[in-house]
């Protein structure tokens, strides 16, 4: 999802709600004349407790690290002519801003561990008139979700306020600032209320479900299924007819997949394809037997049985929700390796149905094996 900076600092600016803060905060400490000392940040009582994630820590990326604040001095003279001053948060930008979330936000760690990435926190005062000063507060955040090692970016968060204030007084600028806190956590709050239950970059856990094609309106493919085995009809290419081999059947796997994020799981929908192209198999028409059609079937059940193993190999607990396809992807190649080096001592031993006791063996050996998957 993708935030127009314009639309997000619009929602969440101030302008509307300063002159309660200016009401508000009147017995607040004023900064004395001529002040360049520190604003004291206090925590706040967060009107929402999150549900979804907790702080778990603050970067600094400010590009000026050396005050958080640029104020007027406060004085009774007029403010037209007076030069505004670095003023940082007590204890120092960041140790103030960890201080501030540790005290305000639930540190919850059974949630999702966040950190922020804090790109701009400044406060800029300029005279407005004779004895008026304005202040523009500025907050810019990035938050990203630490999932193991690695850290996956979420959003990024634009908002400030805008005040103004007597010359003589400065009971405010604490208060915006600590507010323009308060509305970039309701931010992320509200955001990961929304997206928890469906954003896949906030999955806690991953369910697998495999479906099998076994049907299809192209008819030049047949797809694995005990209850249609291969016939010589199947074998639609032409005869090769230099070839020292009686039949060539190509059988394959492949898969493809849906993912879907609810109630906070990812739920993996893989279809798997075991399939013969009847455009790629023949046969010479003097071995329509019943013996070598059984030897072309195994070559299909091997790769039926490769794909069952390759099943075994797609848990949950052997997934990541954070690289799911990638392992997928992997053992899928591994699966295809181990297919062929099986087609291949298949027609070794067998001497490509040659040796009938071989041929025995394998037949044995794959009933068995599909036996134990429940394909036949």
């Not at 969440?12 to 000392?37: E, K, Y």
Request: proline share 5%; net charge positive; aromatic share 10%.
């Amino acid at each position: 999802m993708h935030f127009k900076p314009k639309d997000i600092f619009a929602r969440f600016s101030f302008r509307a709600l300063l002159p309660v803060l200016v009401l508000l905060f009147l017995s607040a400490a004023a900064l004395p004349d001529n002040s360049t000392g520190s604003l004291v940040l206090r925590p706040e009582k967060l009107p929402f407790t999150p549900k979804e994630f907790y702080i778990a820590d603050i970067v600094d990326e400010r590009a000026d690290k050396k005050a958080v604040a640029y104020l007027l001095p406060v004085a009774s003279a007029t403010a037209s002519q007076a030069k505004a001053q670095p003023v940082d948060l007590e204890g120092g930008g960041l140790v103030a801003i960890r201080q501030f979330m540790r005290m305000s936000v639930p540190q919850n760690k059974s949630l999702r561990p966040v950190t922020i990435r804090l790109q701009e926190l400044s406060v800029k005062e300029k005279p407005v008139a004779a004895r008026r000063v304005e202040g523009t507060v500025a907050v810019v955040m990035a938050y990203e979700l630490q999932r193991g090692e690695e850290s996956v970016p979420l959003l990024q968060y634009k908002g400030g306020a805008r005040y103004t204030r007597p010359a003589g007084k400065n009971e405010v600028t604490e208060p915006a600032l600590r507010q323009s806190l308060v509305e970039a956590l309701r931010y992320l709050n509200t955001w990961m209320d929304r997206e928890a239950p469906t954003n896949e970059k906030l999955a806690k856990g991953i369910k697998v479900s495999f479906t099998d094609y076994t049907t299809s309106a192209d008819l030049d493919t047949v797809f694995y299924s005990p209850d249609r085995p291969l016939n010589w009809n199947d074998f639609k290419a032409s005869p090769n007819t230099t070839s020292r081999f009686s039949a060539t059947v190509f059988p394959s796997f492949s898969y493809e997949g849906d993912s879907k994020v609810i109630n906070g799981i990812v739920h993996l929908d893989l279809k798997l394809k075991v399939y013969v192209l009847k455009s790629s198999s023949w046969v010479k028409e003097a071995s329509k037997d019943a013996y070598g059609l059984n030897h072309e079937q195994r070559h299909f059940d091997i790769v039926k049985l490769v794909a069952e193993r390759f099943k075994q190999k797609i848990k949950p607990e052997m997934l990541s929700v954070e690289d799911y396809n990638s392992i997928i992807q992997y053992q899928f190649i591994e699966s295809y390796r181990e297919m062929n080096q099986l087609q291949d001592a298949y027609d070794g031993e067998t001497r490509h149905g040659l040796d009938q006791a071989a041929q025995e063996r394998w037949n044995q050996r794959l009933e068995k094996e599909l036996m134990e998957f429940a394909v036949k």
